[in-house]
């Protein structure tokens, strides 16, 4: 079974508008559906985003979380 490549969504100018359109992305995707989503958002916003998107995919048993930080640059 070969890995599925990690689809990115295009990024917007607000949190509101990007998360609409992830839980309308996921509503379209054919079996099997996407059991976890990571959420990437400045340091300060990511806790709320992640909750926000929580709210807006509902009882889907998705799994949703916070993206890990980049790699420091050395």
Do not use: Y
Not at 46 to 55: D, G, K, R, S, Y
Request: charged letters at 15%; a neutral charge.
């Amino acid at each position: 079974m070969q890995a599925q490549a990690t689809p990115e969504l295009p990024q917007g100018f607000d949190t509101a508008t990007q998360i609409t359109d992830l839980a309308q992305w996921l509503q379209r995707q054919q079996r099997p559906l996407h059991k976890r989503v990571w959420i990437a958002s400045d340091r300060d916003h990511t806790a709320l985003a992640v909750i926000n998107v929580q709210v807006a995919l509902g009882p889907r048993c998705i799994q949703v979380d916070p993206a890990p930080p980049p790699p420091s640059p050395i």
